[in-house]
C-alpha cells in the first residue's frame, strides 16, 4: 500500500496536481477508534436459526439496500434433506426477507436447517485483490469495505466473490451516493467501531448470529472459536474466510 | 435495469445466491475480448510478413496494420461504457491497484497502442507520408504534414533505417499483441471462484482464438476492399492466409478440446453444472455455433479448399463464407465464455439467465454502434494512409 500511495504522490506531482484526494473510507468509525486494538469475527451458529428473516430485513433497513429481491448483504438459505431423494433441496424466497413458506411435507423430511449467509471477510480477499482502483480493501480490524467514492463499477470484484456476498448497488437504489457502486455487508461497520453489534446481530431473537473481537480475551466469538469445532465456507478457496459456521453441513457452500 | 431483473427472475432454474440474478458483465464484456482479439490477431497476420517473411502475404500487411489500429481505437469503449462510473474510468492508471489483473489494461493498452502499433505505422509509411504531403494539397496533405512529425528526411538511407525500425519494432510487438490478449484471457481465467473461467489454459485459448478471428478478419476485409475497388485478388495471398487460418484453427481447435477434456475428467466440484450449462443452457451458442459452424464446418470446408479441387473463383466464395463463420464462431466463443460463465452460480445448484436489452446503456444496439465503429474508422483510416496505392519497391517489381 505504501508503494502505492508513494506512486500516487509521483502521478499527482507529475500531472501538477495541488491536491490530490485519497481515499476518505466509506464507512468512517467515529473518531478515537484504534482499528489496530481490534480483530473481528462473526460465528453462525446453524443449529438455532429459525429462518425468521428478522436479521436480513433489519440488514436492508440499517444499511439502505434497495428492497428489490436481487439485492442483499445478507441472506437466509433453507437447506432441506428429503427422505429417498439425492443432494439437498436449497431455496432463499427474497433472501428470507419474508420468512419461509412450509414448503416441504414434513413426513418427508430427514434433516433440514437455515444457513445465515453474509460476507465473509476473507483474510485473504479475492475481491481486494483484483480491484483495480483499491476501492475494496480490507481494513486492519478485518473488515472488507468498499469505498464508494473511488468505486468505478467494473464488478470485478463481485465475479471475484466465491461467495455471492457482492452486488453492484442499483442506478436507482436509495443512497445517492452509492449508485453503480459495488455493495455488500460491512459488519455494520459504522456500529461497530462505536461499540455496537452489527444489526442483523442486534435482531436475532435465537442467537444465532454472534460478532465479536478476536483481541480480547473474555470474547463470546473468540472462545466459540476456540473451543468449539466450527467450519467455514467453501474452505478449499484459500479466502481464509473469518464468519465461523457452528455444525455445518460439508454440503453446504 | 430492474424490470429486466423481474423478467430474469421467473427464469432463475435450481439455487443461486440471491445476488446473483444479475448478469453482472453484460453483451460489452463479451465484445471487449472479442475485439482486442481482432487488434491481436490482426496484427499477427502482419507480423507474418515481417519477421517470418512470409512474401505471399504482403499485400495485406498495411491493411492488416491498419486494421488492428481501427479496433484497438475502440477496444477500450465496450469497457468504459460498462463501467458504473465511466467519469472515474482513469482511475485504472492514476491510482493503479497492482494486484489487480484489471489494473493493468490501461498500460498495456497504452503501450501497445503508442509503443508498438503507432510506431509501426509511422515509421512504415513515413516515405510515403512525406511524398503525400508534397503532393496533395488542402486538409488533406495539411494532416499529412502533420503526420510527417517534421521529418522529410526520405533519402534511401534514411528510409532504410525506418525499415530497420518496423522490423525492430515488430519483434517488440508480437509478443506485445500476444501479451495484451493473453491478459485479457488472463481477467477470467485468474477467477478461482468461477469454474468455467478458472483455467490457466485460459490465456493461451484467447489468443488462438485471437489468431483465428484476425485471420479472418483480414482476409475478409482484403476480399471486399478488392471486390470495392475492382482490383483483381491476389491468389498466393488470400491462398495462404486461408492457410494460416487453417493452422491457427487446428491449434485452437486442440487447446479448446484439451480444456474440456481436463473439465470433464478431473470431475470437479462443479462438474454437473457444467454439463448442463454446455448441453442445456448454451447449447445453441456452444454445441451449435461456436463448435460446429464456428469451428468445425470452416477447419472442413478451408481442408477442401486447400485440395485444390476447386477453382480459385469458388475457393474465394469458400473463403467469404468461412470467414464470416468464422468472425460469428469466435464471438460466440466470447459470449460462451464471459455470459456462459455468469449463468452458472457459485452455489453449482442453479442458473440464472442473460437478457439483452434492446436498447439503452449495454444493450444490443449499443454492443452494434462499438462493432460497427471500428469500420468507419477503417475506411476513414484506408482513406486517409491508402494501404495498396503507392507499393513499397517490392511491391512495384512484383508487379512488374
Ligand atoms: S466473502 Fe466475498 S466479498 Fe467478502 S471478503 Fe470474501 S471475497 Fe470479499
Ligand atoms: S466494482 Fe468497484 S470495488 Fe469492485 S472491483 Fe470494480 S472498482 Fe473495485
Request: glycine share 14%; charged share 20%; with cysteine.
Given at each position: 500500500m505504501v508503494s502505492r500511495r508513494k506512486f500516487l504522490a509521483i502521478i499527482a506531482a507529475v500531472a501538477g496536481f495541488a491536491s490530490f484526494k485519497r481515499k476518505v473510507a466509506a464507512q468512517e468509525p467515529v473518531e478515537g477508534y484504534d482499528w489496530n486494538k481490534h480483530k473481528y469475527a462473526f460465528v453462525v451458529d446453524t443449529t438455532r436459526c429459525i429462518g425468521c428473516g428478522r436479521c436480513v430485513r433489519a440488514c436492508k433497513i440499517e444499511n439502505e439496500v434497495p428492497m428489490k429481491p436481487f439485492y442483499f448483504r445478507t441472506w437466509v438459505e433453507r437447506w432441506v434433506w428429503l427422505k429417498d431423494e439425492e443432494g439437498p433441496k436449497v431455496d432463499s424466497p427474497n433472501g428470507g426477507f419474508d420468512g419461509f413458506p412450509p414448503t416441504y411435507d414434513e413426513r418427508m423430511i430427514s434433516k433440514s436447517y437455515y444457513v445465515p449467509k453474509l460476507c465473509?471477510?476473507?483474510?485473504?480477499?479475492p475481491c481486494v485483490q483484483v480491484c483495480p482502483v483499491g476501492a475494496t480493501y480490507k481494513t486492519k480490524d478485518g473488515v472488507v469495505l468498499v469505498d464508494e467514492k473511488y468505486c468505478?463499477?467494473?464488478?470485478y470484484c463481485i465475479q471475484a466473490?466465491?461467495?455471492?456476498?457482492r452486488y453492484l448497488y442499483p442506478a436507482d437504489g436509495p443512497r445517492e451516493t452509492r449508485r453503480n457502486t459495488a455493495d455488500k455487508c460491512t459488519w455494520c461497520y459504522h456500529r461497530i467501531t462505536r461499540g455496537y453489534k452489527p444489526a442483523c446481530v442486534e435482531v436475532c431473537p435465537v442467537g444465532a448470529r454472534k460478532f465479536g473481537d478476536l483481541m480480547d480475551p473474555e470474547d463470546e466469538v473468540r472462545k466459540i472459536i476456540e473451543e468449539r469445532r466450527v467450519q467455514v465456507l467453501k474452505p478449499d478457496m484459500g479466502t481464509l474466510p473469518q464468519v465461523y459456521y457452528i455444525e455445518l453441513d460439508s454440503e453446504v457452500r | 435495469m430492474s424490470e429486466i431483473l423481474w423478467q430474469v427472475l421467473q427464469h432463475v432454474q435450481g439455487y443461486i445466491y440471491p445476488n446473483e440474478v444479475e448478469v453482472n458483465w453484460s453483451v460489452l464484456i463479451a465484445l471487449y475480448p472479442y475485439i482486442t482479439g481482432l487488434v491481436a490477431g490482426a496484427f499477427i497476420v502482419a507480423s507474418l510478413e515481417r519477421i517470418f517473411k512470409v512474401e505471399a502475404v504482403k499485400p495485406t500487411y498495411r491493411l492488416a496494420l491498419l486494421t488492428a489500429l481501427a479496433f484497438l481505437l475502440c477496444a477500450p469503449l465496450p469497457l468504459v461504457a460498462h463501467l458504473g462510473h465511466p467519469e472515474r474510468a482513469l482511475e485504472i492508471m492514476m491510482t493503479p491497484h497492482l494486484s489487480s489483473a484489471m489494473a493493468g489494461f490501461g498500460f498495456v493498452y497504452a503501450w501497445y497502442l503508442m509503443a508498438v502499433l503507432l510506431i509501426e505505422l509511422y515509421f512504415d509509411y513515413r516515405k510515403d507520408i512525406v511524398m503525400w504531403s508534397q503532393e496533395v494539397g488542402g486538409i488533406k496533405g495539411f494532416i499529412y504534414k502533420i503526420l510527417t512529425l517534421g521529418d522529410y528526411n526520405i533519402s534511401d538511407e534514411a528510409v532504410k533505417a525506418d525499415n530497420k525500425i518496423v522490423n525492430i519494432v515488430t519483434v517488440i510487438g508480437l509478443p506485445s499483441a500476444a501479451f495484451l490478449h493473453g491478459y485479457v484471457g488472463f481477467i477470467f481465467g485468474s477467477v478461482k471462484a468461477n469454474h468455467w473461467w478458472s483455467s490457466p489454459l485460459m490465456p493461451i485459448i484467447f489468443l488462438f482464438s485471437a489468431m483465428v478471428s484476425g485471420i479472418a478478419l483480414v482476409l475478409l476485409i482484403y476480399i471486399v476492399s478488392s471486390y470495392i475497388r475492382g482490383v483483381e485478388l491476389d491468389r498466393a495471398c488470400t491462398d495462404t492466409l486461408a492457410n494460416y487460418l487453417l493452422y491457427s484453427y487446428l491449434l485452437d481447435l486442440s487447446l479448446e478440446f484439451m480444456e474440456l477434456a481436463h473439465l470433464f475428467y478431473t470431475q470437479e466440484e462443479g462438474i454437473d453444472a457444467i454439463r448442463v450449462l454446455i448441453t442445456d443452457k448454451l447449447f445453441w451458442t456452444f454445441i451449435v455455433i461456436q463448435v460446429f459452424l464456428g469451428t468445425l464446418v470452416p477447419i472442413f470446408l478451408l481442408i477442401i479448399a486447400r485440395t485444390g479441387i476447386f477453382k480459385f473463383n469458388v475457393r474465394k466464395w469458400i473463403y467469404i463464407f468461412v470467414t464470416t463463420l468464422t468472425l460469428i464462431g469466435v464471438f460466440a466463443m466470447r459470449w460462451n465464455v464471459v455470459i456462459g460463465g455468469q449463468l452458472i452460480s457459485k452455489t453449482y445448484l442453479g442458473y440464472t439467465t442473460y437478457i439483452m436489452p434492446l436498447f439503452g446503456p449495454e444493450s444490443l444496439s449499443l454492443a452494434l454502434a462499438i462493432w460497427i465503429l471500428p469500420f468507419i474508422i477503417l475506411a476513414v483510416l484506408i482513406k486517409l494512409l491508402p494501404p495498396w496505392e503507392h507499393p513499397h519497391e517490392w511491391e512495384k517489381t512484383e508487379a512488374e
Open positions: 465473509n471477510h476473507c483474510d485473504r480477499p468505478i463499477g467494473c464488478r466473490c466465491p461467495y455471492g456476498a | -
